[in-house]
Nanobody, 123 residues
Framework: QVQLVESGGGLVQAGGSLRLSCAAS????????MGWFRRAPGKEREFVAA????????YYADSVKGRFTISRDNAKNTVYLQMNSLKPEDTAVYYC????????????????WGQGTQVTVSS
């Protein structure tokens, strides 16, 4: 069993920054690829970023490339999402998830999910 708990969300002005954390419990974290998704009001859940278990490979949605950075600390069983230059359209509930499939961009490739953390960007 894997449990994922996100934190770090909040209210920030456009142009500001936030760092989200996802703390994982379970014995396999250090060998799990991980991802971040988000769901904005009235929209489908969408891929944001993913990272391989070594941290050596990262993947980003075009909408966040150059502004967001995903990283991990396997010693702390934690994945991070550093979000800079935030825009109002980044407002969403952000979820971390454990990757178990082939591709990284579909939610179907992930099996365990956290409860989410709200990020609100004001204009």
């Amino acid at each position: 069993q894997v449990q994922l708990v996100e934190s770090g969300g909040g209210l920030v002005q456009a142009g500001g920054s936030l760092r989200l954390s996802c703390a994982a419990s379970g014995r396999t974290f250090s060998t799990d690829d991980m991802g971040w998704f988000r769901r904005a009001p009235g929209k489908e859940r969408e891929f944001v970023a993913a990272i391989s278990w070594t941290g050596g490979s990262t993947y980003y949605a075009d909408s966040v490339k150059g502004r967001f950075t995903i990283s991990r600390d396997n010693a702390k069983n934690t994945v991070y999402l550093q979000m800079n230059s935030l825009k109002p359209e980044d407002t969403a509930v952000y979820y971390c998830a454990r990757h178990r499939g082939a591709g990284y961009f579909s939610a179907r490739e992930y099996d365990y999910w956290g409860q989410g953390t709200q990020v609100t960007v004001s204009s």
